[in-house]
């Protein structure tokens, strides 16, 4: 029984090849191929009709010496035609001398004096001549009765300079087509060292190219790049290749999406589309490190970069900017909770604290007790609530106060402080606030007298913020440097990096057109300023700007 044909092999079969290496090599080897005999055709056909002429010319100048002989034209005039004769004698001399093929002088009527074959002295030649009697020079290739020649005829002029007769000088043409031949083998050899040494340039430009397509067909080729265009716009990671002179070369939608480029970016410079900052230092090298963060506007990004062989680079970004927004709010969480935690605990001992007073019956005393605890906590949320209106940066306020005391940090507004209910990005203010409270919470926990001072106040439309710290403060030669993303002195987090609150608040400030700047506080700490322009709208025709809620007795019920 045959044997059942293996899967995936068909019968051989011979045609042209699909590989790029082999498809080049060939085709390289047949334009060399068509250009050496092209080359050697052209060459060759020339070079037959110079040696025609270079043989012409010489039988030319043969003829010309042997008139130039006044014995020849004595003895022409003086003597008749004979093998023996003084004509034949000289003639016969110039023949072997010059390795004509013949020397014929001839009379006014065409009569030969002279003649290798000594039979033909006497007759008439047997081609015409009489051009060469009419006093003109023929260089001519003509068959006569010695064969094929290449002939130079010349007229023989007398004593009185009229024409006695002509000289024709014969050379044979086998001799000429010997010469053709005899340069043949050279010429036929140069082409070939040619021809060898343009396929030997052909078979290494094949291989390097074959190394660089990694042997691969057109038809891969072709299906690689129908590939890759699917795959980069298709995932939903941003794709940035740069060249090996720092020039983008090219774009994938979601890196457009993310940088806020268009397709006009690619093969520009990487500073002039993106300019200064982190974001262009971590996509140029200059940043080395896995997973680096970098802020581009209101996004955060996770970049890696792959050098490539060419001295390029391929750069993959990722948007973290809802993981990061949902790590701060986790923090947050986790700070909400650990603060609710330690109130739990202390709820816990005023409880115990009343029911002690209840049970040996200090009533007095308990509800002195009672009216103080909730006084407190109501006086807090109405001050904060009367000098902040927007209802989300009052409860944000609320909260850190709450989440600070837990630290031994005490959070209070600055005396002047009031912001209307009229903030255009309230959203935008609650992070930058957040951000530099935070920030400011961490740096004064544990310090002498632990504090941190809060100041809102407008001029027109613009919103001027100061958070005051009494922590170790920002040393002089970093007040720069603390606003690029990564910088931070704090442990990283479980979920993920540090080093983005100044970087976004600062990112938010100048979208807004404002600043963010740092500075020393009296007595140490540091405080950062932020001013915001236009951050307010307009007021309400006829509306007065004020409380939003009047103020209640501190012992009214509380919704």
Not at 362 to 379: I, K, L, P, Q, S
Request: glycine fraction near 12%; proline fraction near 5%; aromatic fraction near 2%.
């Amino acid at each position: 029984m045959n044997a059942p044909p293996t899967p995936g092999r068909g019968p051989r079969r011979f045609g042209w090849p699909q590989r790029v290496f082999s498809q080049v090599l060939l085709m390289q080897l047949a334009i060399i191929t068509g250009v050496t005999i092209l080359v050697t055709g052209l060459f060759l056909a020339p070079l037959s009709e110079q040696l025609d002429d270079q043989a012409m010319r010489r039988a030319l100048a043969i003829a010309q010496s042997t008139a130039a002989d006044p014995d020849i034209v004595e003895n022409l005039s003086s003597t008749d035609p004979s093998d023996g004769g003084p004509v034949q004698s000289a003639a016969e001399r110039v023949r072997r001398a010059t390795g004509a093929k013949y020397v014929v002088v001839m009379n006014q009527r065409g009569v030969r004096w002279s003649h290798p074959d000594t039979h033909r002295i006497g007759a008439v030649v047997s081609t015409d001549p009489g051009q060469a009697l009419r006093g003109r020079e023929v260089m001519e290739i003509d068959s006569g009765t010695l064969g094929r020649s290449a002939r130079g005829k010349v007229p023989l002029f007398g004593p009185s300079g009229e024409v006695i007769g002509a000289v024709s000088v014969g050379i044979a043409y086998d001799s000429v087509r010997a010469r053709l031949l005899a340069a043949i083998p050279g010429l036929l050899a140069y082409a070939g060292g040619a021809l060898a040494v343009g396929a030997l340039a052909a078979y290494l430009i094949s291989r390097r190219l074959q190394r660089q397509t990694h042997d691969l067909a057109f038809s891969d080729i072709s299906a690689l790049l129908t590939e890759r265009e699917a795959m980069l716009h298709g995932i939903r990671e941003g794709v940035v290749a740069l060249d090996g002179a720092g020039r983008v070369r090219l774009l994938n939608d979601e890196a457009q999406r993310l940088l806020g480029l268009g397709p006009e970016a690619a093969g520009r410079p990487l500073e002039e589309v993106l300019g200064d900052g982190r974001t262009t230092d971590v996509l140029a090298g200059r940043v080395v490190g896995d997973d680096l963060l970098a802020v581009r506007g209101s996004r955060v990004l996770l970049a890696n970069r792959m050098p490539t062989d060419d001295g390029g680079a391929v750069v993959t970004l990722r948007d973290r900017t809802e993981l990061e927004h949902l790590g701060r709010e986790l923090d947050s969480t986790t700070g909400l909770i650990d603060a609710l935690r330690a109130q739990d605990h202390e709820h816990a001992n005023r409880l115990h604290t009343l029911l002690g007073l209840l049970e040996l019956e200090m009533h007095e005393d308990a509800m002195e007790f009672v009216t103080e605890v909730v006084g407190v906590h109501r006086a807090t949320a109405e001050q904060v609530t009367e000098k902040v209106q927007d209802p989300l940066l009052a409860a944000l306020l609320v909260g850190k106060t709450t989440v600070a005391a837990e630290r031994g940090v005490s959070l209070r507004l600055a005396p002047g402080t009031l912001l209307p209910d009229r903030v255009v990005d309230p959203r935008g203010l609650v992070t930058v606030v957040g951000n530099l409270v935070d920030n400011a919470t961490d740096a004064a926990a544990g310090s002498d007298g632990a504090r941190i001072e809060v100041g809102l106040r407008t001029e027109g439309r613009t919103v001027v913020l100061n958070v005051c710290d009494s922590g170790p403060g920002v040393p002089q030669d970093q007040h720069a440097s603390i606003f690029t993303e990564g910088w931070s002195t704090k442990d990283v987090p479980a979920h993920g990096k540090r080093g983005l609150g100044l970087a976004l608040v600062r990112r938010l400030a100048e979208r807004q057109g404002g600043s963010v700047t740092v500075s020393g506080a009296d007595g140490g700490g540091a405080v950062f300023t932020v001013v915001l322009p236009e951050a307010l709208a307009e007021p309400a025709a006829g509306s007065l700007d004020g409380p939003r809620h009047p103020s209640r007795p501190a012992t009214g019920e509380q919704r």
